[in-house]
């Protein structure tokens, strides 16, 4: 085995070697390319003009109806149609976009927050002399280092670790890495290094140490995926495209050319989600970047066509900050069945993930309980025994649908792409497609440039290398200490404004409410233990955002922090909603269940809550089940065989704790199973046996009244004292 390690590790120097001098001529070919591209930028930018303020949704609308023909119309929302829409319209293209959703509502929200050109693909590129694959990191890496120029508000670098548990592997991994720094260039983030045992435990105390010879650390980039594709999205709407999300296409359009006689796609139906209207958007060419849904639009345009798309599902999975350090993740490249894990530090929690299961489309991809164990079980794998990775600390989980695509060009149909495709069919009907999130921009210059010469466009070259995103032309990285002396805002509330809206933090701070308190002055949290505060949703609302899933997934990111935290939020948001959109109580009724329902599905409640339900069985030790019954009986004093808010309210004041109605009800409501409004007997062990197995963690009813019970027994103890001191 070890031989035949050294063997791998053999060619994989011999043909590093190879890519490192092909990659170095690539280089200097790509830095003539860019730097033209640069030079443009430099010289023709300053020329193009962004508009002081936001269009409202409803004048976007307007120009969708009447703008006579627009030159391109882009079809999704997502980071490769927002980036399109950017590009195009920076190119001085008459530009609209369209989403049927919200921006960033499918897989460009929810990856694995990595800007990166991708460690393993290259190993694939060297073993198997991939030279596609090679490509593909080169490219990444050149646009991982302009994502983290152009949004340095929303993205940093970030070291991660792999760690190394046989000798063997340190050269082999080594030279990997640095292959991997040589193909970046002059664009290397940091440069990557070996470790010793105790320096990897030292920044990697969770680590598994057994057996750990050492760890090589290397650097990508991260960003907050959701946050970077709306500031991409935002910036093409003030640029001047007509972008417009919740608005569907119901069908294409098509019309005669008079000069070859062919039928061409002409724009789209279009229709408004929110208020049902039809409208028609017409346009020279129709790009379609719509990731997993490719093939439905390619079928509007012509049906017998064949699939091209072959969807697979990443789960991610979010657990306490404690799992990992501040500022260092991990990478696992090796799982049980030869997938890779990444564990990350990501807006003060660790995320874990993905999987790569293959999948149907669809719109509210849903995570199994099957993937978010696979993931637990391989952390596992690679902490110390002294950290109990619990299925009860999983605080969100969460499916993506991966786009892969067979290129309908090539001749080998049955091989899928990991590097994206452009196709340009019979009718004109432009398909981006596949790629990675890394790549979105140069995904969409190749768009737009299939685009422009496909329809004989007048165009100017591309201009979005080195163009700065919404809220990145402002930002410093002390931004966030303005933001605290002038305004009165909570360290970490500002360093959040800062790190999410760049420049224009500003413009949220000053909706912000004043608290009445001496400290902060202003910035109403929508809930404690997390930094967004009330006018965020105020100000997300001249941000597009329509609906309060809009706030909870993507304009704040509590869906995927906390699903309990998100729920405790909504009532509120819904209420900052509905004051300014006007909702009738009825709306705000169906809002509120609209986004629970998102909450139980698509971001993990219900296997959350299932750990109660499918583990109904009770194995307490015949004590411990003494032990909680004593305790429930401390609160169900009649004897019911149940309690309810008013038993709680009692044993409560009894001790003088106070907790209103409205949050005891929500603590109740998490362990009552078959929603009686009470808890029984049954559903209390229940709840106890889950949470010593490690099922269910954090729960507040059983802090509660663990609590309690103490207080109780601790005021019925008699002093030595009161008993005269003797016999």
Same mark, same amino acid.
């Given at each position: ?15 590093g070697?190879?890519a ?10 790509y830095?003539k390319?860019h730097?033209?591209?640069a ?9 193009l003009?962004?508009?002081?303020r936001l269009?409202a949704?409803?004048?976007?609308l307007q ?11 882009i079809?999704?929302g997502?980071a490769?149609?927002?980036g399109?829409a950017?590009?195009?319209?920076t190119?001085?293209l008459?530009?609209?976009?369209v989403?049927?959703d ?8 929810r990856?694995?927050k990595?800007?990166h050109?991708g460690?393993?693909?290259l190993?694939k ?11 593909m ?8 280092a302009?994502?983290l120029?152009?949004?340095p508000h929303?993205s940093?670098?970030l070291?991660i670790?792999l760690p ?9 991994y080594?030279?990997g890495?640095?292959?991997?720094d ?15 045992k105790s320096?990897?435990?030292e920044?990697?105390p969770m680590l598994?140490?057994d057996r ?13 995926d ?10 093409a ?7 417009a ?5 119901v069908?294409?359009l098509k019309k005669?050319d008079?000069k070859?006689?062919?039928v061409?796609?002409s ?11 039809e409208?028609d ?11 997993p ?8 345009d ?8 072959q969807?697979s599902?990443?789960v991610?999975?979010?657990?306490p ?20 894990i ?7 929690m ?5 999987t790569?299961?293959?999948?149907e ?6 995570p ?6 696979f993931?637990l ?5 690679y902490?110390?025994?002294?950290v109990?990775?619990r299925?009860g ?12 695509v067979?290129?309908p060009?090539s001749?080998?149909?049955q091989?899928?792409s ?6 340009v ?13 890394t790549?979105?921009?140069s995904m969409?210059?190749d768009a ?8 004989n ?11 700065f995103? =919404?809220?990145? #032309?402002?930002?410093?990285? !002390? *931004?966030?200490i303005?933001?605290v002396?002038? /305004?009165?805002?909570e ?15 500003f413009?949220?701070a ?6 009445g ?16 505060i009330e006018?965020e ?7 597009y955002?329509?609906t309060?899933?809009d ?8 869906a ?10 909504l009532p509120?948001?819904?209420e900052i909603m ?13 809002e509120?269940?609209?986004?629970k329902k998102?909450l139980?599905?698509?971001?993990g ?5 299932e =750990?109660?339900t #499918?583990?109904?069985?009770? !194995? *307490? ?6 032990r /909680?019954?004593k305790?429930?009986?401390?609160f169900?004093k ?5 309690i309810?808010?008013?038993?709680v309210?009692?044993v409560l ?5 106070q ?11 998490e362990?009552?199973l078959?929603?009686?409004g009470q808890?029984e ?6 709840l ?9 963690s954090g ?6 009244m ?10 019925n103890?008699i002093?030595v ?5 003797g016999?």
């Amino acid at each position: 085995m070890a031989f035949r390690k050294a063997v791998k590790g053999s060619v994989l120097i011999g043909g590093g070697a190879i890519a490192t001098v092909f990659g170095l001529s690539q280089l200097s070919q790509y830095r003539k390319k860019h730097g033209h591209f640069a030079s443009v930028r430099a010289s023709e930018c300053k020329t193009l003009q962004m508009q002081s303020r936001l269009p409202a949704r409803e004048s976007q609308l307007q120009d969708l109806q009447n703008t006579g023909e627009f030159d391109i119309l882009i079809i999704g929302g997502g980071a490769t149609g927002s980036g399109c829409a950017l590009d195009a319209v920076t190119r001085g293209l008459k530009t609209a976009l369209v989403e049927r959703d919200d921006f960033s509502s499918g897989t460009s929200s929810r990856s694995t927050k990595l800007i990166h050109g991708g460690v393993r693909y290259l190993q694939k590129a060297i073993m198997k002399l991939d030279f596609e694959q090679y490509r593909m990191v080169q490219e990444a890496l050149h646009e991982r280092a302009n994502l983290l120029e152009i949004a340095p508000h929303l993205s940093a670098p970030l070291p991660i670790m792999l760690p190394i548990y046989r000798w063997w592997q340190l050269p082999y991994y080594w030279v990997g890495i640095k292959l991997y720094d040589l193909v970046a260039g002059s664009q290397c983030l940091k440069s990557s290094y070996v470790l010793s045992k105790s320096k990897a435990l030292e920044l990697f105390p969770m680590l598994q140490k057994d057996r750990l010879v050492g760890a090589i650390v290397y650097y990508d980039g991260q960003h907050n995926d959701a946050r970077m594709n709306l500031a991409i999205a935002l910036t093409a709407a003030r640029y001047g495209a007509a972008t417009a999300n919740y608005t569907e296409v119901v069908r294409l359009l098509k019309k005669t050319d008079p000069k070859s006689g062919k039928v061409r796609v002409s724009g789209a139906r279009c229709r408004d989600v929110l208020t049902g209207q039809e409208f028609d958007v017409k346009a020279k060419c129709v790009i379609n970047a719509t990731g997993p849904f490719t093939d439905s639009v390619r079928k509007m345009d012509e049906q017998e066509v064949a699939n091209i798309c072959q969807p697979s599902a990443g789960v991610h999975i979010v657990m306490p900050g404690y799992y990992s350090p501040d500022n260092m993740g991990l990478l696992d490249p090796a799982t049980s069945d030869g997938r890779v894990i990444f564990f990350l530090p990501w807006q003060k929690m660790t995320i874990a993930g993905t999987t790569d299961t293959a999948t149907e489309v669809t719109h509210h991809p849903i995570p199994t309980e099957e993937d978010i164990n696979f993931i637990l079980t391989e952390v596992r794998n690679y902490l110390s025994c002294d950290v109990e990775v619990r299925r009860g600390d999983v605080l969100a989980a969460w499916s993506g649908i991966r786009p892969l695509v067979i290129d309908p060009s090539s001749k080998d149909t049955q091989s899928i792409s990991r590097n994206h495709v452009v196709h340009v069919s019979d009718s004109g009907l432009v398909t981006i497609a596949g790629g990675k999130w890394t790549t979105y921009r140069s995904m969409s210059q190749d768009a737009v440039d299939a685009a422009v010469k496909a329809h004989n466009l007048q165009a100017d070259p591309c201009k979005t290398i080195g163009l700065f995103l =919404q809220g990145a #032309d402002g930002w410093s990285p !002390t *931004l966030y200490i303005r933001l605290v002396q002038d /305004y009165g805002l909570e360290n970490e509330v500002a360093q959040h404004l800062a790190a999410t809206y760049g420049d224009k933090a500003f413009e949220v701070a000053k909706l912000a409410q004043v608290t009445g308190k001496r400290w902060p002055i202003v910035g109403k949290r929508l809930v404690s233990e997390f930094p967004y505060i009330e006018s965020e949703v105020e100000y997300a609302i001249q941000e597009y955002a329509c609906t309060a899933v809009d706030i909870i997934a993507r304009r704040t990111r509590l869906a995927f922090l906390n699903v309990q935290a998100a729920e405790e939020a909504l009532p509120r948001i819904v209420e900052i909603m509905g004051k300014k959109l006007k909702w009738s109580e009825q709306k705000k009724k169906e809002e509120l269940a609209e986004a629970k329902k998102f909450l139980y599905y698509e971001m993990g409640y219900k296997v959350r809550s299932e =750990q109660l339900t #499918d583990h109904a069985e009770i !194995t *307490l030790a015949a004590t411990d089940i003494d032990r /909680y019954k004593k305790r429930f009986h401390m609160f169900d004093k009649d004897g019911k065989g149940f309690i309810t808010i008013l038993d709680v309210q009692r044993v409560l004041e009894s001790i003088n704790l106070q907790i209103n109605e409205s949050a005891l009800h929500e603590i109740l409501n998490e362990v009552d199973l078959n929603k009686n409004g009470q808890v029984e007997l049954n559903e209390f062990l229940q709840l106890m046996n889950a949470i010593q197995k490690g099922y269910v963690s954090g729960s507040r009813l059983a802090t509660l009244m663990k609590t309690a019970e103490e207080n109780i027994c601790q005021r019925n103890v008699i002093s030595v004292d009161r008993s005269g001191g003797g016999l």
